[in-house]
């Protein structure tokens, strides 16, 4: 842990540390890679423009009205699936095919469905988490050990105890682990919208920077984006190890 | 009265198109306080019939009776069961897992503690209460398992195949010393293996079966003396035993 901690700093010190170098001693054109101490100073700017927090507020609406929706229908749906049989050899086809397109093809339908606004926005990221939340949850039903299943009823166990004592606890790596991918691919779906037709939105500016070949703030935003998006997926991935952590060395046996 | 009565008991599966008949009309008594061992082949319907016993599975003919009381569901309060694998539960600790059949049932938590704890001690895990599954050993586990199914304080245990898993030598300690606990609680045991070493040295009574579909082919009283030790083992009158069961078992026609 501590160890990866020390990779995690090396790493950045090297990557920032020479990209701060390469700009400082004009080893390529400054309008191309300004120096990185620039670009966290106009990311600094950013968040004090309420403006820009402003359309920072949009995204991270979108995302979790998106996500807020997706997750429990498609962990529900999973679940259903899991233990339906019928249902699962009838739609895991379909699931599976549907996961297998890029989604982001169907963008301009979605646009034409629903224009453009919160809306299509929120539906693009749900269909981007919802389908590979739905597979994990599916297969975390589908991992639970029987024999622990009779062990309950053996003792006495209802219904209800054997969902909430069994099921429950024996599905929840797996569910956080889809939840977690779920989560950064909501993102991408809403990003995603935003930079190929938005009025507001992070990514629509990222976007609009990138066409107006403004370098800095272009860098700023995808800076700005990416430690979010790794501090989002690193908090989840926790919460999946601590967790998981009875899994890793031990079967049921 | 008998603590468990099966009569005329009959299991058949379906498997695709074909019937496949585990166990054939068996029927034999277990008093209370004994422990009797069933001991057979690999895949001569053992673990059917203790599943039935537990109520887990019904029976396709014949009727089994715990305590008098006709068995269809799994009945908590009388049986406790012990299985082939440990299936504790991987997010609990040692001593939750103990507790788990007193959870369940909604005993406050002060209660079950200080009985699960006492329980821990019994199997000699005193110490480890607090440790999770996978930080102990397979014969630490199995003795988690032991204390689990005693929790409820049943009239009657179940032990399927319980050390099976297990190294020889850990296999016979933990018999040893689930004699000691057997003769400190007094339950019922039915016991199932197809260890005949096992069977003889743990048991009063050893109901010798033939493979499948499965019977039971002979009663066989063990009358010796306890605490046995284990050199009883390697005496004469053990291995005549042993042979007697060996030759049951092999010299029945299929």
Known sequence: ?253 | MPIIEVTSLAKDFRTGGAVVHALADVSFLVEEGRFVTLVGPSGCGKSTLLQILAGLISATRGEVRIAGEPIRAPMPDKIGMVFQDPTLLPWKTALANVEFPLDLRGIDRATRRKRCSELLKLVGLGEFADNYPHELSGGMRQRVAIARGLAPDPRLMLMDEPFAALDEQTRTRMGHDLLEIWEKTRKTVFFITHSLTEAIYLSETVLVMSARPGRILDTIPIEFPRPRELDLIGTERFGRIRNRIWHLIADTPK
């Open chain 1, 1 to 253: 842990m501590r160890a990866a901690l020390l990779g995690y700093v090396i790493f950045a010190v090297i990557i920032l540390g020479g990209w701060e170098l390469i700009a400082r001693l004009d080893l390529v054109d400054p309008d191309l890679l300004p120096p990185f101490s620039q670009v966290c100073a106009i990311l600094w700017q950013f968040m004090h423009d309420p403006r820009f927090t402003a359309d920072l507020g949009v995204t991270a609406g979108e995302v979790g009205v998106a996500f807020l929706i997706a997750a429990p229908l498609a962990v529900s749906s999973g679940f259903l699936l899991g233990e339906r049989l019928l249902l699962a050899q009838t739609f895991n086809p379909v699931v599976h095919f549907i996961l297998a397109v890029p989604q982001s093809i169907f963008l301009p339908v979605f646009i034409l469905a629903f224009g453009i606004g919160f809306l299509e926005k929120v539906l693009f990221g749900i269909t981007h988490a919802y389908f590979v939340i739905l597979v994990n949850s599916f297969a975390a039903v589908r991992s639970i050990p029987h024999p622990l299943i009779a062990v309950a009823r053996v003792f006495g166990a209802t219904p209800a105890q054997i969902y909430t004592r069994i099921y429950l606890p024996a599905m929840l790596p797996l569910v956080l682990t889809g939840l977690r991918i779920g989560m950064v691919l909501c993102i991408i779906g809403v990003l995603l919208a935003e930079m190929y037709a938005s009025r507001s939105g992070i990514g629509r500016r990222i976007f609009g920077w990138g066409e107006s070949a403004q370098i800095p703030e272009l860098l700023a935003g995808i800076m700005l984006v990416s430690i979010l998006t790794i501090a989002v997926n690193e908090t989840m991935r926790l919460a999946e190890l601590h967790v998981g952590r009875f899994y890793r060395r031990t079967s049921i046996a």
